[in-house]
Structure formats: structure tokens, C-alpha cells
């Protein structure tokens, strides 16, 4: 089974720090994404990455960014945090090429303060 | 772009009863489908997928969803309701070329006694 995990569970974090979400795959997937999860609005995809080195914007980037040094894993990036960034932050991953599902970690809440 | 639509954010059923979740996808193209369910504190888990063929899926825990391309549909349905199917279930939309997925705002399914 293909494994996804977020390094943290529960997160508390100040304004203005910088605060680092890790991702890490077993199963040597090419694509990776992160997303955010907020009542009433679903997943909404921040960021994704197809290869080492690669990223992409999704659609909601503001104060966001992302790094991708080694295949397996994908960490997210804010760099000053603020309070309306506290949220439930998803990982996925995905094989490239065939039509699969996303692979889901467990997720980070995320609370500002 | 693809976009998803949910009706209901809010489901309650009783135990035994049928379950039934809407989803009405939008896509230039023949779409991927998919359905995940989502239990308290963790990811997402794949219920059911879509991508060509058999218009009714089967998926995991006795659910199943019918892709209507008139319709531009794609319901979740369970015959009969049990406790442990309490969860939030979204339906999503892939873009055909390449690897995101769009979300629906989800729709949390309550199951009564």
C-alpha cells in the first residue's frame, strides 16, 4: 500500500513565523501536491510538483511555497504566517501516467495564533 | 476548467436507510470521477473511480456511483446506511492530460440510530 505521511498531526504556530509542513512518499511517485481543507469550501489545491525540482501553482498560492529536492518528498512553505492560514493542510501523491487515484496523508492541522 | 458541484452539505439518514449523494460535474471533456469519504482526524480514502466503461462503479463498504454523461452526474448510493458510514464524502474531477483534481465542498453524511 502506497504510504503518504505528514510529519505532524497538530500544528500551533504564531504570526509572522515561518512554518515548515513535510510530506514524505514510499512509492516513488512522480507527482505531489498539497492542499488545504477548510469547512464548506473543500480541497483546494495550493501547490503541486510533477518532478525533483518541479512545482507548479494551483490555485490558491498567496504566501505559499513549496520545495521538492528529493522525489519522495514535498514540503510546504509559508513564510510568514498569518492567522487566516489556519486550516487542515493535505498531501497527496500520484503515479505519473495512468489514470489513478490520489494517495491522501492523514493531514497537518494548522493553527495561528 | 472542471468544476464540481455538491448539493447538500448536510445528509442525514437512518441506520438501514438509503443512502444517496449528489454530485454534477462540469468538463470540456469526458471526465474522470472519483469519490473519497473522509472519517473524523484523518485523509482522504479512495471510495470509487470513474475513467471509462461501465457507466455503474462499484466501489468500497458497498457503495457504488453512476456516471450519466446527459446528466453530467455522478451519485453516490448505498442500499442500506450504517453507523460507521458517518463521514464527509467529496466528489472530484479530474482534468483529462493532466494529474489535479478538482473537489466538490463536500457533503458530511450523518447517520442516525
Known amino acids: 500500500d502506497v504510504k503518504v505521511t505528514q510529519s505532524s498531526r497538530y500544528l500551533v504556530k504564531r504570526t509572522g513565523e515561518k512554518v515548515f509542513l513535510e510530506c514524505v512518499q514510499d512509492?516513488?511517485?512522480?507527482?505531489m501536491f498539497w492542499y488545504r481543507q477548510d469547512p464548506g469550501l473543500g480541497l483546494r489545491l495550493i501547490y503541486f510538483?510533477?518532478?525533483?525540482?518541479?512545482?507548479e501553482k494551483g490555485d490558491i498560492p498567496e504566501g505559499y511555497s513549496v520545495s521538492r529536492e528529493k522525489k519522495e518528498r514535498f514540503s510546504l512553505i509559508l513564510e510568514s504566517a498569518s492567522t487566516n492560514q489556519t486550516s487542515m493542510y493535505l498531501c497527496a501523491s500520484l503515479t505519473a501516467g495512468r489514470v489513478q487515484p490520489q494517495h491522501f496523508g492523514d493531514g497537518t492541522r494548522l493553527s495561528i495564533l | 476548467a472542471q468544476s464540481v458541484t455538491q448539493l447538500g452539505s448536510h445528509v442525514s439518514v437512518s441506520e438501514g436507510a438509503l443512502v444517496l449523494l449528489r454530485c454534477n460535474y462540469s468538463s470540456s471533456v469526458p471526465p474522470y470521477l472519483f469519490w473519497y469519504v473522509q472519517y473524523p482526524n484523518q485523509g482522504l480514502q479512495l471510495l470509487l473511480k470513474y475513467t471509462t466503461g461501465a457507466t455503474l462503479v462499484k466501489g468500497i463498504n458497498g457503495f457504488e456511483a453512476e456516471f450519466k454523461k446527459s446528466e453530467t452526474s455522478f451519485h453516490l448510493t448505498k442500499p442500506s446506511a450504517h453507523m460507521s458510514d458517518a463521514a464527509e464524502y467529496f466528489c472530484a474531477v479530474r482534468d483529462t492530460g493532466f494529474q489535479k483534481l478538482v473537489f466538490g465542498t463536500g457533503t458530511r453524511l450523518l447517520v442516525s440510530p
Open positions: 512509492m516513488d511517485h512522480e507527482n
Open positions: 510538483s510533477y518532478d525533483v525540482k518541479m512545482k
